[in-house]
């Protein structure tokens, strides 16, 4: 049986799994916090996957979801601040074992490739996907293809400029998207609201849960802000679906008919007809769903 190896490195750890053509998981989704050799620990991965599906999986290729930006023309990594010993790496340079090719693609970008072919847009060809965790990112699908831009940075969605005279954000801009609808935003957002401090996005759901209105109100503001830009985008990119994905997206009932209201509210009545706004459906595979997929070999 045909597999590829699909990896997601995140900013305090890596996910991994063998993946089937039609996209089952054939091992269990390994996590593991992220070690400083990060190439070397993608290997053991590898290994320990491959291992665990025996001599009935042929792996035929590997691909890494990476938080940067991958250059499309040259196939290297640029930037990417939370693992910066990628930058500059070339993945036709790198073999996770002998004669495995790796392919390399942004993980906002895995993850509406992954949800495209596998999840909540299962089937469109047009695709605008939302990824809010601690950041916010983005991919567009138009027409089946994957939009990257000149030097993939195509679809930052959290950069958007919400507010042109608002926080600075590490971007260099002021008033991103991110700095408002993030999981960062939303504590940050509630510890303003009360003066309590938190650890994150995930303790204010659970405050929300329980009725706390600060907490209801920091969900839904984000999830006003994440309609406004959805509704934005699906104008310019009159997709089938509009994903939202992410960390954030598994408690959806806290800002979801929010998202919904204000998608309704400013798209464009032709747009509107017949596009679907769902969470995503894939969680925490999503990534080495999408890693997978952009697996060369």
């Known amino acids: 049986m045909p597999a590829r190896f699909g990896a997601d490195v995140g900013g305090t750890s890596v996910r991994a799994a063998l993946v089937g053509a039609d996209g089952a998981l054939l091992t269990p989704l390994l996590d593991l916090p992220r070690s ?4 070397g620990q993608l290997a053991d991965l590898y290994a320990e996957s491959a291992e665990r599906a025996g001599s009935s999986v042929t792996v035929v290729g590997a691909g890494l979801a990476i938080p940067g930006a991958v250059d499309p023309a040259t196939g290297r990594i640029g930037s990417v601040p939370t693992a910066p010993a990628l930058r500059g790496l070339d993945p036709a340079e790198v073999r996770l074992a002998p004669g495995l090719p790796l392919g390399v693609c942004n993980d906002a ?3 509406v490739l992954a949800e495209r072919a596998y999840g909540a847009a299962r089937g469109a060809r047009h695709v605008v996907g939302l990824f809010v965790g601690t ?3 983005g991919g567009v699908v138009v027409d089946g293809a994957l939009l990257t831009g000149r030097a993939g940075l195509a679809a930052e969605i959290g950069h958007l400029v919400v507010d042109p005279d608002g926080p600075p954000c590490p971007c260099g801009g002021r008033g991103c998207l991110e700095q408002y609808a993030s999981g960062t935003a939303i504590a940050a957002a509630y510890t303003a609201a009360t003066g309590r401090s938190v ?3 995930a303790e204010v759901a659970l405050a929300a849960r329980a009725g706390d209105p600060q907490a209801r109100a920091a969900y839904a503001g984000a999830g006003r802000l994440l309609g406004v830009a959805a509704a934005g ?9 509009v994903v939202l ?6 408690v959806w009932d806290l800002f979801g008919d929010d ?4 998608v309704e509210r400013h798209t464009m009545p032709l747009t509107r007809r017949g596009l679907r706004v769902a969470p995503g459906r894939l969680g925490r595979a999503a990534g080495v ?3 997978a997929l952009a697996a060369t070999g």
Request: glycine share 20%; aromatic share 2%.
């Open 289 to 291: 769903l999408g890693a």
């Open 259 to 262: 998202l919904v209201r204000a």
């Open 135 to 137: 950041g916010v990112g």
């Open 233 to 241: 985008l699906a104008n310019l990119f009159n997709p089938e679906a």
């Open 109 to 111: 970008n895995a993850a």
């Open 245 to 250: 994905g992410g960390g954030v997206a598994a």
């Open 36 to 39: 400083p050799d990060l190439i």
């Open 199 to 201: 650890t994150g996005a």
